[in-house]
């Protein structure tokens, strides 16, 4: 069975990089069929895509957040990661990374997110 | 950024029936696939319903999926108190270039 888990420091101060990586296991992050994705929720707030990377480095930005986003992959360690530069109290929120099936190898924006690791609290304080 | 609106929470007894509305327009629900997730505090997402009205692998057939125009609908039939959750639609919206979610609705079993 497929799982995924965050893993990364709970707490940022403001003004500083958050770094979080989604270790896979059960499947490969190889695959040409799936993308590896990463999505927020503030508290008691809904939910906000923050992008989508595949293995070949193809990778969907959510446009709002771009200039401080950036998704890598590591193929040889199974794991795909995310950084946020310059946090503030506005990025604090739990953090989920997700296996995203494409709509096709030719037009590829997630068309569902089938599996979801159980999140990681991130606070950005002071 | 919610995009697709759907109704902050709704409710019923155990067994009985509800259905969740999720409300967009034609450059995410009106021409992409719906997806429903079903999220309960503490726990990963899980995917219930995708392209509109299929179920994955391991889902009950008491969930099901529907999309009429610029709007889609979760029904859950038989409900049980394990199905209390926060439950969300998403799709991608072409015009944003972003994957969008529902505003998320909380189903209560009375």
């Known amino acids: 069975q497929l799982q995924l888990r965050e893993s990364g420091p709970g707490l940022v101060k403001p003004s500083e990089t958050l770094s979080l990586t989604c270790t896979v296991s059960?499947?490969?992050?190889?695959?040409?069929?799936?993308?590896w994705g990463w999505i927020r929720q503030p508290p008691g707030k809904g939910l906000e895509w923050i992008g989508s990377?595949?293995?070949?480095?193809?990778?969907y930005y959510n446009p709002t957040l771009r200039s401080r986003v950036t998704l890598s992959v590591d193929t040889s360690k199974n794991q795909f990661s995310l950084r946020v530069t310059s946090v503030t109290a506005a990025d604090t929120a739990m953090y989920y990374c997700?296996?995203?099936?494409?709509?096709?190898?030719?037009?590829?924006?997630?068309?569902?997110?089938?599996?979801w690791g159980r999140g990681t609290l991130v606070t950005v304080s002071s | 950024q919610s995009v697709l609106t759907q109704p902050p929470s709704v409710s019923a007894a155990p067994g009985q029936k509800v259905t969740i509305s999720c409300s967009g327009s034609?450059?995410?629900?009106?021409?992409?696939?719906v997806s429903w997730y079903q999220h309960l505090p503490g726990t990963a997402p899980k995917l219930l319903i995708y392209?509109?009205?299929k179920r994955p692998s391991g889902i009950p057939d008491r969930f099901s999926g529907s999309k009429s125009g610029t709007s889609a609908t979760l029904g859950i039939t038989g409900l049980q108190t394990g199905d209390e959750a926060d439950y969300y639609c998403?799709?991608?919206?072409?015009?944003?270039?972003?994957?969008?979610f529902g505003t998320g609705t909380k189903v209560t079993v009375l």
């Open positions: 997700a296996r995203v099936t494409p709509y096709s190898s030719t037009w590829p924006p997630p068309d569902k997110i089938d599996f």
């Open positions: 998403g799709t991608w919206d072409t015009s944003l270039s972003i994957y969008v």
């Open positions: 392209d509109n009205n």
């Open positions: 059960g499947g490969s992050i190889s695959s040409d069929s799936y993308y």
């Open positions: 990377i595949s293995h070949s480095e193809n990778i």
């Open positions: 034609s450059s995410n629900i009106g021409n992409n696939h």
